[in-house]
T-cell receptor, first 114, second 110 residues
Framework: SAVISQKPSRDICQRGTSLTIQCQVD?????MFWYRQQPGQSLTLIAT?????????ESGFVIDKFPISRPNLTFSTLTVSNMSPEDSSIYLC???????????FGQGTRLTVV | SQKIEQNSEALNIQEGKTATLTCNYTNYSPAYLQWYRQDPGRGPVFLLLIRENEKEKRKERLKVTFDTTLKQSLFHITASQPADSATYLCALEAGYALNFGKGTSLLVTP
């Protein structure tokens, strides 16, 4: 199994600013992902974080708004740029140790933009 | 596009009874399906994975069925306990990532 530490756990930010969320896994993993979960909604995949190369974004999400880094097999960051109140949500980091296996999740970052 | 539907209304049951949660999907034939538990303020926690060639999977008090003809999975918790109260998410494989349903909130009362 893998343990994922995500920080910050919550933050309140001013509109127009940016926040970087960090995700650290305690073991090497093959895949890392970033999801968003709005209140009462399902998890929506933002992007797959690729080690050493540009992330793969899902429809509706772009690199300029959500730049992602993954410098090694255990660490990734998601930045929410030029924030607006519509970005208020929970952001979750997830990892897989192998294909077709269970996903592990961080505890999430609750972001409020005012 | 994939559509995943779970009971939108909360499920309230009495302790000791069996809880049954439903997950229906359309426009897809996933190679596997997973169930997760999510508590307030926490990330989802994996419970069970069932593959398309498996009809049923069990783990302690949990049982999952997978009917690829009906495009439906049923998730059962037997001898439910108040500690089982949480939101349960159905997730379908989507390449390497997962597509999640909205989840069903389960409340088990003593």
């Amino acid at each position: 199994s893998a343990v994922i530490s995500q920080k910050p756990s919550r933050d309140i930010c001013q509109r127009g600013t940016s926040l970087t969320i960090q995700c650290q896994v305690d073991s090497q993993v093959t895949m890392m992902f970033w999801y968003r979960q709005q209140p009462g909604q399902s998890l929506t995949l933002i992007a797959t974080a690729n080690q050493g190369s540009e992330a793969t974004y899902e429809s509706g999400f772009v690199i300029d708004k959500f730049p992602i880094s993954r410098p090694n097999l255990t660490f990734s960051t998601l930045t929410v740029s030029n924030m607006s109140p519509e970005d208020s949500s929970i952001y979750l980091c997830s990892a897989l140790q192998g294909v077709d296996t269970e996903a592990f999740f961080g505890q999430g970052t609750r972001l409020t933009v005012v | 596009s994939q559509k995943i539907e779970q009971n939108s209304e909360a499920l309230n049951i009495q302790e000791g009874k069996t809880a049954t949660l439903t997950c229906n999907y359309t426009n897809y034939s996933p190679a596997y399906l997973q169930w997760y538990r999510q508590d307030p303020g926490r990330g989802p926690v994996f419970l069970l994975l069932i593959r398309e060639n498996e009809k049923e999977k069990r783990k302690e008090r949990l049982k999952v069925t997978f009917d690829t003809t009906l495009k439906q999975s049923l998730f059962h918790i037997t001898a439910s306990q108040p500690a089982d109260s949480a939101t349960y998410l159905c997730a379908l494989e989507a390449g390497y990532a997962l597509n999640f349903g909205k989840g069903t909130s389960l409340l088990v009362t003593p």
